[in-house]
């Protein structure tokens, strides 16, 4: 299994299991299959609802002596409405209650955007607070006092843009190790991916295969269908393998950690085999022609009329 090098010498294996979008009721399973099946890196957030079923999964993990704790890289964020310095360990503080540990292997800005608090996704501009009135510096301290009192082994970011990374690393104490961004070959940011190199940030790549299972509340219904695209199709019958595993691969091969989600044993399995899938430098280049800088996820949510987040100035672009 690739893994990512941090600079106290921790590894994090480069793929993991994502579970946003997994229900309670689903994730249960799919954790104990996963681990099961030799995964041993859960992407987890309090805004994906199902953290303390992930918890008892984990407790059944540990109690049976399948895996231990300190085998399992286990990150998880920290979420819009809790932003104020104050406000950010005892945040953390629930997600460890919930998922039954006692650290974090990551923990990460979820986004760098405010809303009030007890909100989730604000209908309309006064649920929301501005980057302004709340900078993001003030929250990466509580960040950092997160990390001095050993909640959390590693802190960085999700969503952040090279401009608001570049600002962070600016000011901050502690540098983020790590930006968790949307990441896949129709959306393949290079320019990210080449400053996050040179400034010793690791990426994960969140969304791989393109996050079909969003709600239709989040979805364009002529969106592109990733794991249909003919290249990736061809490149996957060359190795004898499926689309889903060549997304991994390459995000792989890029350096990049990468979480696909699933609840299914069988693409688990599969999803998990993609570590031995062995893409040609032909096969690179042909995904990173595909690159159209295409968002699943834009970030429409944060910008209701009179939001102080426009699409322009979350992604700085
Ligand atoms: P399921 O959970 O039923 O397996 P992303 O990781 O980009 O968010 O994508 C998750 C979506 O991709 C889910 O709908 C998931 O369904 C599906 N999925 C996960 N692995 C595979 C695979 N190997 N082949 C096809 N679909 C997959």
Redesign the pocket.
């Known amino acids: 299994m690739n893994t990512l090098e941090f600079a106290n010498g921790d590894s994090m294996p480069a793929l993991g299991l994502?579970t946003?979008?997994?229900k309670p009721g689903e994730v249960f399973g799919a954790i104990l299959s996963a681990i099961n099946i030799g995964y041993r890196h859960i992407d987890c957030a309090p805004i994906y609802g199902n953290e303390k079923e992930i918890g008892e999964a984990l407790k059944k993990c540990f109690d049976d002596k399948i895996v231990k704790r300190e085998e399992v890289w286990i990150t998880s964020k920290l979420w819009n409405d809790q932003h104020h310095q104050e406000e950010v360990v005892p945040a953390l503080k629930n997600t460890l209650q919930d998922l039954q540990l006692e650290y974090l292997d990551l923990f990460l800005i979820h986004w760098p955007v405010v809303v009030k608090k007890g909100l989730y996704r604000p209908g309309s501009a006064d649920g929301f607070i501005s980057l302004k009135e709340l900078p993001i510096g003030d929250t990466w301290m509580g960040m950092e006092t997160a990390l001095e009192k050993s909640l959390a082994r590693h802190i960085g970011v999700s969503n952040f843009s090279v401009k608001k990374l570049e600002a962070l690393v600016a000011g901050a104490k502690v540098k983020p190790e790590m930006n968790q961004i949307e990441m896949h070959p129709y959306l393949s940011q290079p320019e990210m991916v080449s400053f996050c190199n040179k400034n010793s940030i690791h990426l994960t790549a969140?969304?791989?295969?393109?996050?079909?299972?969003r709600s239709p509340k989040v979805k364009r219904m002529d969106e592109p269908v990733l794991?249909n695209d003919s290249i990736l199709s061809a490149i996957a019958e060359e190795h004898g393998c499926?689309a889903?595993?060549v997304l991994i691969a390459w995000a792989m091969k890029r350096g990049t950690a990468v979480?696909?989600?699933?609840?299914?044993p069988e693409?688990l399995k599969?999803?998990f085999e993609a570590t031995h899938v062995s893409l040609t430098a032909t096969n690179m280049e042909e995904i990173n022609t595909l690159n159209k800088h295409y968002r699943y996820i834009d970030g429409s949510f944060w910008t209701p009329e009179g939001s102080p987040y426009t699409i322009a100035n979350l992604w700085d672009e």
């Open positions: 994502g946003w979008k997994s969140y969304s791989p295969l393109g996050s079909f299972d794991m499926t889903a595993q979480i696909p989600k699933s609840v299914s693409r599969q999803n």
